[in-house]
């Protein structure tokens, strides 16, 4: 089993910034990427971006040139530089890892981008 835990996510007014963090313990060895999704009140669970094990990152087009994904030197610990956030990016923000068939999720942070 593998275990994320999040952190990071909060009130911003557009434009602003936040950092969201994902950390994976427990049977780590063997995850492939790790990223991140988001789900919008009535919307379906969508990709944010995703970070491979050899640091090729992949984006959704919404979020491209805004977000920035990253991951720690040890490999299983991934960051969300969210920049110039807009309302539309508000949601509950999950930290995803597939583990060889397997997909874990984190608990979700919420994200509000609102004056």
């Known amino acids: 089993q593998v275990q994320l835990v999040e952190s990071g996510g909060g009130l911003v007014q557009p434009g602003g910034s936040l950092r969201l963090f994902c950390s994976a313990s427990?049977?780590?060895?063997?995850?492939?990427?790790m990223g991140w999704y988001r789900q919008a009140p009535g919307r379906e669970r969508e990709l944010v971006a995703t970070i491979t094990t050899t640091d090729s990152a992949n984006y959704a087009d919404s979020v491209k040139g805004r977000f920035t994904i990253s991951r720690d030197k040890n490999r299983y610990t991934v960051y969300l530089q969210m920049n110039s956030l807009k309302p539309e990016d508000t949601a509950v923000y999950y930290c995803h890892a597939k583990r060889f068939a397997n997909n874990y999720w984190g608990q979700g942070t919420q994200v509000t981008v609102s004056s």
């Open positions: 427990g049977s780590i060895f063997g995850i492939n990427f």
